[in-house]
């Protein structure tokens, strides 16, 4: 029985190629994103310029942070919606550390260490008194939006930290935020393929059940994923923050964070948890990125653009499951 | 005062009883648990001596599943005691019991669909490198995985399939060996031979009882099938409402009397109902 042959040209190597091509999750978010580059890049030739890679890549930095976050939350099946609210105002939290006399880099710490306890309370919030996620940081999400307006009095401040070797480190270098996504994208990677805690995280969201008769800490687990995107976009924000200069408190966050999951779901990770690919993340950030400067640089009317955009995501999702239908017959 | 709390018993004269005491490898005295309204069981006494195979037989909902997720630390009884050769324990967790050799292959078989045959395997027992950063050894889990597998020729298409791609048997028989692959103590399953075809069946029977006859495990099976169950226990426990009514030895009955006491139960209950609503 196991030895009947392949069928004809199965064996071939543009076979194999194919399947390979077609077991990668990331396949649609590639084609979509070579697509729009390409396209963009046609179009205007000014795309391709040093200029512009800089900035599309300051622009994404961002999303493709709280999208690498997202990736860990939606492994387990859990959604982050106050991931842009703690990237908003966690240079809020600097500024008043570093207003109430406290030297830069300890304000950093100190306001890093508040991003990862707003994540502590998401996370235990969540598992503890069994509220649903999408609630519960979405009322922090609101929460740290009216703490940002009354400590500022919806007054927009400078940032500090503007100068020296430690500004250009820490966001003002051309390539310091898009250095930074990249590191974090490399360790939470490894986090989430390469180690324990992350076959955890997609045991927990792939069988929430399966994973606690196993003794794994499902609640311990989701707690730390919560904790880690805080951080995460906390640090982005602060960086951020310091290569734009100033802070204004004008908006509650939900903007920041939907164009990372976004990136995340279009990029191959399932919003039902078990599934989650940080590459894919990086390149949904990319095909947002591109999108939005593409859209800028061939003028297309400001009207437009969000329908456009919409239409794009549309696009790029419906790609995705029709070729994930394909794919299956390729996959093992 | 029970037996096993008591050093005395263990160092009784008679050799008889000393046998007996450090014989039985796990206890139960008068556990309870109930879900909200739902009482799951009543007060269940039970021993496992060592290599023996009990078998529980019960009804649907007669609380066998939830004694056994007692037994290994999954659920904490409400009340009631558990000792592990002669110990008194209390599990806070599922890693609690596996430290003392106790393996579950749930019902409900624990399987991760997103995870391939080896990460299943060896879920939350992962080889690692550097201590407690837990980088995973994927390539030595990956071969033992396959090893083991091969050992006791459970067949499996693809090591690095996907458990959503295995079939309902395959699924199960992944479930077993990755508790048969521990060198457990004691092995509690539930349900383990549901879905299995008959190849399957015959091969996991003659491991489980390769495993009692040769390696001293002592287990709880759990199976609805009398065939299976006559052809494996030693003992049998029937549960009925939370409480065990009857404890037999296999070589004292037989199918039809087993069958015989299970229906006569629903006929008494039957009757019961019956006069109730006359009155
Ligand atoms: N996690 C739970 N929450 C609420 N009720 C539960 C839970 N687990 C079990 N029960 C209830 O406890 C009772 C016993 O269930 P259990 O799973 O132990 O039965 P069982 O004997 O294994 O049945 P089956 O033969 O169908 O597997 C049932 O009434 C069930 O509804
Ligand atoms: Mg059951």
């Not at chain 1, 076979?15 to 590639?30: C, G, K, N, S, W």
């Amino acid at each position: 029985m196991r030895q009947t042959p392949a069928p004809k040209g199965r064996g071939s190597v543009a076979y194999r190629l194919v399947q390979r091509a077609m077991q990668q999750r990331e396949l649609t978010v590639v084609l979509v994103t070579l697509f729009v580059i390409i396209y963009f890049g046609s179009v205007n030739s000014a795309f391709y310029t040093t200029a512009n890679i800089i900035t599309v890549c300051q622009y994404l930095a961002s999303i493709a942070v709280i999208a690498f976050g997202e990736v860990l939350i939606l492994s387990l099946g859990e959604i982050d919606l106050s991931a842009g609210a703690v990237y908003l105002s966690s240079p809020w939290f600097l500024y008043l550390f570093w207003h109430s006399g406290m030297p830069i880099g300890w304000a950093i710490v100190a306001s890093m260490a508040c991003c990862a306890g707003v994540g502590m309370i998401n996370g235990l919030i969540t598992v503890w008194l069994n509220v649903s996620s999408l609630i519960v940081t979405l009322a922090v999400n609101y929460v740290l939006f009216g703490f940002v307006l009354i400590e500022s009095n919806d007054i927009q401040v400078d940032m500090p930290g503007q100068t020296g070797h430690f500004s250009i480190i820490f966001g003002v270098g051309a390539w310091s935020t898009t250095l930074w996504a990249a590191v974090m994208m490399l360790a939470i990677w490894a986090l989430l393929k390469r180690t324990r805690f992350g076959l955890h995280v997609t045991a927990t969201g792939g069988n929430l059940l399966a994973a606690a008769e196993s003794g794994i800490r499902v609640r311990r687990v989701k707690v730390w994923c919560f904790i880690i995107i805080s951080a995460a976009s906390g640090l982005i924000g602060i960086l951020d923050a310091i290569r734009i200069g100033s802070i204004n408190p004008g908006s509650s966050g939900l903007d920041t964070v939907l164009p990372g999951i976004v990136a995340a779901v279009v990029g191959g990770t399932a919003l039902t948890g078990g599934r989650g690919t940080i590459v894919g993340a990086a390149l949904g950030a990319i095909f947002l990125g591109v999108l939005e400067d593409g859209f800028n640089l061939i003028g297309v009317n400001a009207n437009w653009f969000y329908l456009a955009e919409g239409v794009m995501i549309l696009v790029a999702m419906v790609a995705n499951t029709q070729l994930g239908i394909v794919a299956r017959r390729f996959r093992r | 005062m029970t037996e096993a709390e008591s050093p005395l018993v263990e160092a009784s004269p008679t050799r008889d009883a000393t046998l007996a005491a450090s014989d039985v490898v796990l206890k139960a005295v008068g556990l309870t648990k109930r879900f909200g309204a739902v009482v799951a069981l009543r007060g269940i006494d039970m021993q496992l001596r060592r290599g023996e195979v009990l078998g529980l037989v019960g009804d649907n909902g007669a609380g066998k599943s939830t004694l056994v997720k007692i037994l290994c630390g999954f659920h904490p009884p409400d009340t009631g005691k558990i000792y592990v050769e002669g110990k008194e324990v209390s599990f806070r967790s599922v890693a609690d019991a596996r430290s003392l050799g106790i393996e579950t292959v749930y019902q409900d078989l624990a399987l991760v669909p997103q995870l391939t045959v080896a990460q299943n395997l060896f879920l939350n027992r992962e080889l690692t490198l550097f201590g407690k950063v837990g980088w995973l050894s994927a390539g030595k889990m990956r071969q033992l995985a396959k090893d083991y597998l091969e050992d006791i020729k459970v067949e499996i298409p693809d090591i690095d399939a996907e458990a959503e791609s295995l079939s309902g048997g395959q699924r199960q028989a992944i479930a077993v060996a990755r508790a048969t692959r521990q060198n457990a103590k004691i092995l509690l399953l539930d349900e383990p031979l549901a879905a299995m075809g008959a190849r399957e069946s015959a091969l996991i029977v003659d491991l489980v009882k390769d495993l009692s006859r040769n390696r001293g495990v002592s287990m709880i099976v759990i199976d609805h099938n009398y065939t299976h169950l006559f052809e494996l226990c030693d003992r049998l426990n029937v549960i009925q409402q939370g409480r065990i009514a009857l404890d037999q030895q296999v070589k004292d009955t037989t199918v039809e009397e087993l069958t015989t006491f299970m229906v006569s139960e629903y006929r008494r209950e039957l009757a019961a109902g019956q006069q109730l609503l006359e009155q």
